[in-house]
């Protein structure tokens, strides 16, 4: 079975500042990453997805992340961050060839940003 | 547009009580439905998942049991609630194909005192 880590809990930042939460696997096989993100009184929703292809992807609201398969990692980055990116992140993970019924979250990473 | 349904949204029981969570699932025909349950600090676990009317797989064992009596109603039970069940519930369904992607309700906070 796969896992996943996010080892920053809760992140604090000031507005303008640049943004990598860490999210790091451990499986086997080759996989599909997620990052999916709850703004507060909002539902959890996806912001970024990796399948296949150019190991970076890019997101809504300006957000990126980059696979990189030798390190297990899939680091969730933003250049400028703003008020509005409070918010938790969460990484997830699934085999390729699985179903949503393998994926694997992380326990998510509180991200608040001083305006 | 493919639309989560979840009541209540939030809900305080007492410890031994029932529980019925409703999701309703808007848009789309013979969805895959989960639930999880999000507890701080823990991310979200796999409570149970159905693929059709009738078919439920438990992921854990718990006190709690889930129902899909019609295609897009999916449904969260207990017949005694305990203090550690409280938590915040989600609703989803998966995406097609079936990658891993999932569209999540807006939950319901329960609270068991």
């Known amino acids: 079975a796969q896992s996943v880590s996010q080892h920053n809990h809760h992140v604090i930042l000031s507005e303008a500042a640049s943004l990598e939460l860490g999210c790091n696997y451990s499986?086997?096989?080759?996989?599909?990453l997620f990052w999916y993100v709850q703004y507060p009184g909002q539902h959890l929703q996806l912001l970024l997805k990796?399948?296949?292809?150019?190991?970076l992807v890019k997101g809504i609201k300006g957000f990126e992340a980059e696979f990189i398969k030798s390190k297990f990692s899939f680091n969730l980055r933003k250049p400028s961050v703003q008020w509005s990116d409070t918010a938790e992140y969460f990484c997830?993970?699934?085999?390729?060839?699985?179903?949503?019924?393998?994926?694997?979250f992380g326990s998510g990473t509180q991200l608040t940003v001083l305006p | 547009s493919q639309t989560i349904h979840q009541w209540p949204a939030t809900l305080v029981q007492p410890v031994g009580s029932p529980l019925s969570l409703e999701c309703t699932v808007e848009?789309?025909?013979?969805?895959?439905l989960y639930w999880y349950r999000q507890a701080a600090g823990r991310g979200l676990q796999l409570l149970f998942y159905?693929?059709?009317?009738?078919?439920i797989s438990s992921e854990v064992p718990q006190n709690l049991s889930a129902s899909r009596p019609q295609d897009r109603q999916f449904i969260l039970s207990s017949k005694k609630l305990l203090l550690s069940d409280s938590g915040f519930y989600l609703c989803a369904r998966g995406g097609h194909p079936n990658t891993g992607e999932l569209f999540f309700g807006e939950g319901s906070r329960l609270t068991v005192l």
């Open positions: 997830a993970v699934s085999p390729a060839s699985g179903s949503a019924r393998q994926l694997t």
């Open positions: 499986y086997g096989g080759t996989v599909n």
């Open positions: 159905s693929v059709g009317i009738g078919q």
């Open positions: 848009g789309t025909s013979n969805p895959n």
């Open positions: 990796y399948f296949s292809g150019d190991p």
